[in-house]
């Protein structure tokens, strides 16, 4: 199993937030970049690395997925927005780029809904979290497990070597189990955000929207809502990307990298 | 030691299509266009007959229990199920386990059960099962703290049944400004309690705890040994003596004049029930965070020893299956029994799609030859016993 083997300049440190107790992975310098990850994070950063070359990217694991511990109190999107404003005041973070995706994109707005002062740019990358007027899209619970991983790329090769080669590993699949327990005790009972929409208003800072134009897992129909809401965000979605659109296309990650420089 | 001998039902719509085997399970997404009221109609006649009759030969009990978004059974909603034989069964318990209590709000179901108690003056027996993984996928419940709300339940459900109401409950799922449900149990302080599990310590360690009866379902012969002694033990521990009762042996029965007869016309409907109306998912049966992760990996890694075809001879060895003549049956219930420590046999006579003239069959064979002698066995010891 390699998937956490994550690029060997990111320095990890430990951090006890509030009882819990999480890793966060640190490389580069520059102004900081924080990163959110999606609700699994074992397909590993190699994308980040390039960003590390003009930015202190700072990439933390959410409690209850990777390597950070469970806390099964909490139960929400805003317990995690907590979560995060004690872990950047420990870490001296007053102001930063935000890069959230997918599950991270959803709590990287909430964030920044919130906390909009200290957001300098923010870009999200695929996020989840607002309802299509028609079936929820992208209800994470709907996929059956061993389908996620090909639905998460529109080609396999690039997450084929974070795959165990048994697709019986039991390790592998206790991992994620786990982490679908986590993602569970956020939102079995809404698998979108039923308070967000009302003050994403607030999202005033300079806003990047990024979407693989092959994303099966949460349409780029679904951009729509996000844009709807902050009329003023750049959009760009890329051909041959799948969700992961940043580990799929370096030309996203450049994007990022433009957009924050 | 006395005996106690149940009648289980699941009344499974048997009538699935063709090409059911298409469908990788016959839960949660197998689509209900294939369920036909008219067929279904029929089938509650038969059914609901069964369980009364199984009164009649001398059953002790019947014993019903919910599903949902399945062929598996046609009982969504078990208490109307007794309710319709309450008036039928003349001398055995109702034993409804059991509704699981995250699927109704608690006050609701202590009202419902309360009620069945006094309309069959005390005959009601209930469990409290957390519900299958697959009921999660089915009702609109978090699987991630289903046992945290499974035991805020039950604590509510016995503060009803126990404390003079009105009484407030304020808890992390439920608030009860006035606790007082009407009406109250006819037995003192609460019919009898189980909890139903497939052996998962989180589930014994709740028994323990409350000093209930702990029914094991789908659990190896090994491992109902193993469970029966922990519980006995954990219980003690609690400050509770654990009764043989207590503790109900899940028997898939079928008695006929010889063994080669009895497997002839059982296994069948044994295939049935194994293959088909327990069909189902890995994804189904584990939603996420319904169990702990060791407990996955554990279920996943036996899956995989007993994935293949359905084998007769492997699910006679693993589980508790008594099919067979009288003589045999008796043989296997009393040393079954005497191993894991229960005088409590909760028989599953009606089998799979097993058809009306042989649960008949079974039935009358079971009430005519296997309970009589295990009651004369029983007192027999009983006297030597006693001197």
Same mark, same amino acid.
């Given at each position: 199993m390699t998937a956490t083997a994550f690029p060997p300049q990111f320095k990890r440190e430990t951090h006890t937030v509030n009882g819990v107790k999480t890793i966060v992975l640190t490389a580069g310098s520059g102004p900081p970049l924080v990163f959110l990850h999606g609700a699994g994070i074992w397909h590993g950063i190699n994308f980040a690395v390039p960003w590390t070359q003009k930015f202190r990217v700072i990439v933390p694991f959410h409690p209850g997925f990777g390597e950070a511990d469970d806390d099964p109190a909490m139960t929400e999107i805003h317990d995690y927005v907590m979560h995060y404003l004690d872990l950047f005041d420990a870490l001296g973070l007053d102001k930063f780029h935000l890069v959230g995706f997918s599950l991270g994109g959803w709590l990287a707005a909430n964030f920044a809904v919130e906390h909009g002062h200290r957001v300098a740019r923010l870009v999200l990358v695929g996020p989840a979290g607002l309802r299509g007027k028609e079936r929820p899209k992208g209800d994470f619970f709907l996929l059956p497990p061993e389908k996620i991983p090909s639905l998460l790329v529109s080609n396999f090769d690039v997450i084929k070597p974070f795959l165990p080669e048994d697709p019986k590993d039991l390790d592998f699949m206790g991992?994620?189990? %786990?982490? &679908? &327990?986590?993602?569970? %005790?956020?939102?079995?009972?809404?698998?979108? /955000?039923? =308070?967000?929409?009302?003050?994403?208003? %607030? *999202?005033?800072?300079?806003? *990047?929207? @990024?979407? &693989?134009? /092959? /994303? =099966?897992? *949460?349409? @780029?129909?679904?951009?729509? *809502?996000? %844009?709807?809401r902050i009329p003023k965000a750049e959009f760009q979605t890329f051909k041959g990307a799948g969700h992961l659109v940043l580990d799929e296309k370096r030309e996203a990650v450049d994007a990022v990298q433009r957009f924050l420089s | 030691m006395s005996v106690r001998f149940d009648f289980m039902h699941f009344m499974p719509y048997v009538h699935l299509p063709e090409n059911h085997k298409e469908y990788h399970s016959t839960w949660v997404d197998f689509p209900n266009k294939y369920y036909d009221a008219k067929k279904g109609y029929a089938l509650y006649q038969r059914y609901l007959a069964e369980l009364v009759m199984a009164d009649k030969v001398g059953f002790d009990a019947v014993v019903v229990n919910e599903h949902h978004n399945t062929a598996y059974s046609m009982m969504a909603a078990p208490n109307l199920i007794a309710a319709a034989i309450i008036p039928q069964i003349k001398n055995a318990k109702i034993c409804v386990w059991g509704t699981p209590p995250n699927l109704e709000y608690p006050n609701r179901l202590a009202e419902e059960y309360a009620m069945l108690d006094v309309m069959s003056q005390g005959r009601l027996e209930v469990a409290f099962p957390?519900? +299958?993984?697959?009921?999660?996928?089915?009702?609109?419940?978090?699987?991630?703290?289903?046992?945290?709300?499974?035991?805020?339940? !039950?604590? !509510?459900?016995? $503060?009803?049944?126990? $404390?003079?109401?009105? +009484?407030?409950?304020?808890?992390?799922?439920? +608030?009860?400004?006035?606790?007082?449900?009407?009406?109250?149990p006819y037995q003192k302080p609460h019919p009898p309690c189980y909890i139903v599990g497939t052996g998962s310590q989180e589930t014994i360690d709740l028994a323990a705890k409350l000093g209930f009866g702990y029914s094991s379902v789908f659990v190896t012969k090994q491992r109902a040994q193993e469970l029966n002694q922990t519980l006995r033990r954990l219980a003690a521990e609690n400050g509770h003596h654990i009764q043989p009762e207590q503790l109900p042996l899940q028997v898939i029965t079928y008695v006929a004049e010889t063994q080669e007869k009895a497997e002839e016309e059982a296994i069948p409907h044994i295939r049935f029930f194994f293959e088909d109306a327990l069909r189902t998912t890995p994804t189904f049966l584990a939603p996420p965070g319904y169990l702990s992760v060791l407990e996955l990996k554990k279920r996943a890694a036996l899956a995989d020893k007993l994935h293949g075809a359905f084998s007769f001879e492997t699910v006679n060895e693993s589980f508790f299956v008594a099919v067979g003549t009288a003589d045999q049956v008796v043989e296997k219930l009393q040393e079954w029994g005497e191993r894991v420590g229960t005088n409590h046999f909760n028989l599953l006579a009606a089998i799979g799609n097993m058809p009306h003239w042989k649960v008949v069959k079974n039935l009358t064979n079971i009430g005519q030859?296997? !309970?009589?002698?295990?009651? #004369?066995? #029983?007192?027999?010891?009983?006297?030597?016993a006693a001197e």
């Open positions: 991992a994620r189990y %786990r982490e &679908g &327990g986590t993602l569970a %005790r956020l939102l079995w009972e809404h698998p979108y /955000d039923t =308070k967000l929409p009302r003050y994403m208003h %607030r *999202l005033t800072m300079p806003t *990047l929207l @990024v979407w &693989g134009e /092959d /994303d =099966k897992l *949460l349409p @780029v129909q679904n951009a729509e *809502l996000w %844009r709807q | 957390l519900g +299958t993984g697959m009921e999660y996928w089915a009702n609109p419940i978090n699987p991630s703290n289903a046992r945290e709300r499974h035991r805020e339940s !039950i604590d !509510i459900i016995l $503060q009803a049944w126990t $404390q003079d109401g009105p +009484t407030t409950y304020y808890g992390d799922f439920y +608030t009860y400004r006035y606790l007082n449900p009407w009406p109250r030859d296997v !309970i009589p002698r295990m009651r #004369a066995r #029983a007192s027999t010891e009983r006297r030597v």
